[in-house]
């Protein structure tokens, strides 16, 4: 019998070598250019190890993800992934972890904080827009050439995240860091057209939701 569409997919055949938090970082780097993320649920207990949930806020995210990552080389290993057999699922497997108490709890502190930080929000908005605006006045992007010049990325971000982000454009050739500095990297295609596409769609993303990344052309 068919599993019916739904908001979460399940993952499986994830690399069980990675440490958990890496790993959740990783899956939303991956797939939050699917839409917006509620939920990514990766527990290392034995009945869970080389699995994961991610729970989507539209329906028509989750469909998008499973077709178009199905397979994707994931830490070396190809994702297989499915919707998840009802939404619940998430929850009946975190039973195992959270007590029904501790869970209601759980809920009621991330609704006060997702309340506290939507409070804070606009603020911060406002200013994010004019800092970027006025940097934009300031450093003008060099000219067009088929290397990426990355910064503003978080402390957490490595090689594999930034891969599995630009990969998915035409043309990506490698991610280059810089020893010692964890806020820049460069990342290279095969001709400047390719690496404009890649630019134009990545210009913002947030890794994490601090840090959105700035992109311009590299300096020849």
């Given at each position: 019998?068919?599993?019916?569409?739904?908001?979460?997919?399940?993952?499986?055949?994830?690399?069980?070598?990675?440490?958990?938090?890496?790993?959740?970082?990783?899956?939303?780097?991956?797939?939050?250019?699917?839409?917006?993320?509620?939920?990514?649920?990766?527990?290392?207990?034995?009945?869970?190890?080389?699995?994961?949930?991610v729970v989507f806020k539209e329906l028509a995210s989750a469909t998008n993800a499973l077709r178009q990552m199905q397979g994707f080389p994931f830490y070396n290993k190809a994702m297989r992934i499915q919707y998840a057999k009802t939404d619940s699922d998430v929850i009946s497997k975190m039973r195992g972890t959270f007590g029904d108490k501790d869970k209601k709890k759980e809920k009621k502190k991330k609704a006060q904080e997702q309340a506290a930080s939507a409070a804070k929000k606009p603020a911060q908005g406002s200013t994010n827009v004019q800092t970027t605006s006025s940097q934009n006045q300031q450093a003008p992007d060099n000219p067009p050439n088929y290397i990426l010049f990355l910064n503003n990325l978080p402390e957490e971000t490595?090689?594999?995240?930034?891969?599995?982000?630009?990969?998915?454009?035409?043309?990506?050739?490698?991610?280059?860091?810089?020893?010692?500095?964890?806020?820049?990297?460069?990342?290279?295609?095969?001709?400047?057209?390719?690496?404009?596409?890649?630019?134009?769609?990545?210009?913002?993303?947030?890794?994490?939701s601090s840090n959105a990344m700035k992109i311009t052309y590299a300096k020849k």
């Open positions: 019998m068919d599993i019916r569409p739904n908001h979460t997919i399940y993952i499986n055949n994830v690399n069980d070598k990675i440490k958990k938090e890496e790993l959740k970082r990783s899956l939303y780097a991956l797939f939050s250019q699917f839409g917006q993320i509620v939920e990514i649920v990766a527990l290392k207990t034995m009945k869970m190890r080389g699995q994961a949930f490595n090689e594999m995240m930034l891969s599995m982000l630009f990969n998915q454009f035409p043309g990506f050739k490698e991610v280059r860091l810089v020893p010692g500095r964890h806020d820049i990297a460069f990342v290279e295609f095969e001709s400047e057209g390719q690496a404009g596409t890649a630019r134009d769609a990545l210009q913002g993303f947030r890794i994490t």
